[in-house]
């Protein structure tokens, strides 16, 4: 049958249940705050296209018309 040296033995080489739901439970944590920086992270980025956008939208009018001489004048 199973001896208490083998029990020690396993004890070091495999991960007790309690140990396993701690380190389940910290790893699931930590998920959890990189799954909410990314949400954070994508949201300010669509933010700042936005805003480049509607800035570049008319400098980009402006090059075309100053290097093609569209419009006339």
């Known amino acids: 049958m199973i001896e208490?040296?083998?029990l020690e033995r396993l004890d070091e080489r495999y991960v007790k249940r309690i140990?396993?739901?701690d380190l389940r439970s910290a790893t699931d944590q930590r998920?959890?705050?990189v799954i909410t920086d990314l949400a954070i992270n994508k949201?300010?980025?669509n933010i700042l296209i936005g805003i480049l956008s509607?800035?570049?939208v008319p400098?980009?009018?402006?090059a075309v018309k100053l290097?093609?001489?569209v419009?006339?004048?």
């Open 54 to 56: 509607t800035i570049a």
């Open 31 to 33: 998920i959890d705050t």
């Open 4 to 6: 208490h040296d083998d």
């Open 59 to 62: 400098v980009i009018g402006i």
């Open 19 to 21: 140990e396993c739901i």
């Open 67 to 69: 290097l093609f001489n």
């Open 71 to 73: 419009g006339g004048a």
């Open 43 to 45: 949201t300010k980025l």
